[in-house]
């Protein structure tokens, strides 16, 4: 029987194991970054985007046309198309911008949110998220990074350092999905350089909009463990 109970032991020691792991989970990133594309959102930039939006369903876009050119924050962000009709909130730095001023574009329409090296924002979400992606424009060129801090629901952060593109007019996609938390809030502080970012099309999904099977489901390593020890069990039973 000592094999048995080695097996049985073995089973514990993966599920502990996959228990661990499911704990010490991180958001699943997706980044691309091009060097100068010339005014529309580059080709590494558009595959990340598109990855990112594979795994999500019945998410909306907020494209910032509704505002006007000089507006500043707080900004109410709606996502049309959503289907969990999600709201957030700008406030801090930054305004509206039209056109395309030194590098920095809109990657959709002609709007999107510029704000200086050196100022914050931070996007505030009446319901929490768990998926959140951006496309940025002209970041880099300067020298200029930011760090983007995601504060969870019990209020933990974790923190992303954003660098781009040392080329003028470059553009960017960043993007998470975490399947096994949520978050309230995130904040885009501005950390070295004396850059001007450009910020556009942001999307944002809830735990409901990720599709399963692309993203590893809560429990799901669990599940696997303790499959193994029903089976090491079923397995004694027949040996009695």
């Known amino acids: 029987m000592s094999h048995v109970y080695k097996l049985l032991g073995a089973a514990a020691a993966v599920t502990m194991m996959l228990s661990a792991t499911q704990v010490s989970a991180v958001p699943v990133v997706y980044e691309g970054v091009d060097n100068s594309p010339g005014g529309v959102l580059g080709v590494n930039s558009t595959a990340a985007r598109n990855n990112f939006l594979s795994n999500l369903s019945g998410v909306g876009t907020e494209d910032f046309e509704s505002f006007a050119d000089g507006d500043i924050p707080p900004l109410n962000l709606n996502f049309p198309g959503s289907s969990s009709g999600?709201?957030?909130?700008?406030?801090?730095?930054?305004?509206?911008?039209?056109?395309?001023?030194?590098?920095?574009?809109?990657?959709?329409?002609?709007?999107?949110?510029?704000?200086?090296?050196?100022?914050?924002?931070?996007?505030?979400?009446?319901t929490a998220i768990s998926a959140f992606g951006f496309n940025g424009t002209d970041i880099g060129d300067?020298?200029?990074?930011?760090?983007?801090?995601?504060?969870?629901?019990?209020?933990?952060?974790?923190?992303?350092?954003?660098?781009?593109?040392s080329t003028s007019g470059s553009s960017l996609f960043w993007g998470f999905i975490d399947s096994n938390n949520s978050y309230t809030n995130i904040a885009f502080t501005s950390t070295t350089g004396s850059d001007i970012l450009g910020f556009d099309d942001m999307t944002i999904g809830d735990a409901e909009q990720i599709?399963?099977?692309?993203?590893?489901?809560?429990?799901?390593?669990?599940?696997?463990?303790?499959?193994?020890?029903?089976f090491g069990r079923r397995f004694i039973s027949k040996a009695k």
Do not use: H, K, W
């Open 211 to 230: 599709i399963t099977g692309e993203v590893p489901e809560p429990g799901t390593l669990t599940l696997i463990g303790l499959g193994l020890l029903a």
């Open 142 to 165: 300067f020298s200029g990074q930011f760090t983007l801090v995601l504060t969870d629901i019990l209020n933990q952060t974790t923190s992303y350092d954003i660098d781009g593109s």
């Open 86 to 126: 999600l709201t957030a909130v700008l406030s801090g730095g930054g305004e509206i911008e039209t056109g395309t001023p030194a590098g920095r574009f809109a990657t959709s329409g002609s709007n999107f949110v510029e704000i200086n090296s050196g100022n914050n924002f931070q996007i505030s979400f009446g």
